[in-house]
């Protein structure tokens, strides 16, 4: 069970706000909205449980980076809402994940959206699909609905990954060169690692022991939404 402090998340966060900063992967109002996060969550103090929001108004967004094939690429965390709940046991500690990465072109035409679900529950029914998945296209939540993929699965299998998570992967895809020096810096490491247990250390214990039963069972089945218990 992990036991970290909304105060320690906070202060961590702001450091990788500040690093990311300066490897000037960050738009300035990207860095405003990492910072009011981090603001927040320190202002939780102790706190086991907190919640944390980025509403599309104020994206965590990134300066233009480069894909592969030399396609200039603009990315953004465009949406979050996340409950931290540490009471959880036995499964990462969220009873709410949303989180969007939308990639857009120099002109921000929308190229494409990804979201980071935990899988919806009503009624004592649960959504189809892993506990924790990746799913191209999503919701607009009210946005143009016109740009909403028409097809929702599949489901992939999927961690949790929250803000600093997000913004790893999105450096290390787009910004390869300033992701390359920010992994080998000790003090962002650490940053990113008190996100990696909130989100991995659970995950990755349901993965094990999976590995270490008798082989009647899969991964896939094991974390699929209605067996996670």
């Known amino acids: 069970m992990t036991d970290i402090r909304a105060r320690d998340a906070g202060e961590a966060l702001h450091s990788i706000a500040s690093k990311l900063n300066g490897a000037k992967v960050l738009e300035p109002e990207g860095l405003d909205t990492l910072l009011r996060v981090a603001r927040d969550l320190k202002g939780r103090k102790r706190s086991p449980g907190w919640r944390l929001e980025v509403d ?59 979201h980071i679900d935990l899988a919806n529950a009503s009624g004592g029914a649960v959504q189809a699909g892993p506990l924790f998945h990746l799913q191209f296209g999503g919701r607009s939540n009210g946005f143009n609905r016109s740009q909403d993929h028409p097809v929702k699965e599949p489901r992939w299998c999927h961690p949790p990954m929250e803000l600093a998570l997000a ?49 009647g069972s899969t991964i896939l089945r094991d974390v699929w939404a209605s067996n996670w218990n």
């Open 56 to 114: 599309r108004g104020m994206p965590v967004r990134f300066k233009v980076g480069m894909a592969s094939d030399g396609k200039k690429v603009r990315p953004k965390i465009d949406y979050a809402c996340i409950n931290v709940n540490q009471a959880l046991v036995d499964r990462p500690p969220f009873d709410c994940f949303d989180l969007a990465i939308v990639l857009e072109d120099e002109t921000e035409n929308l190229l494409s959206r990804w």
């Open 167 to 215: 913004s790893e992967m999105i450096v290390a895809n787009f910004f390869e060169e300033a992701w390359q020096d920010l992994r080998e810096d000790r003090s962002w490491c650490t940053s990113i690692n008190l996100f990696q247990k909130l989100c991995y250390e659970s995950y990755l214990q349901r993965l094990q022991r999976c590995l270490d039963a008798p082989s």
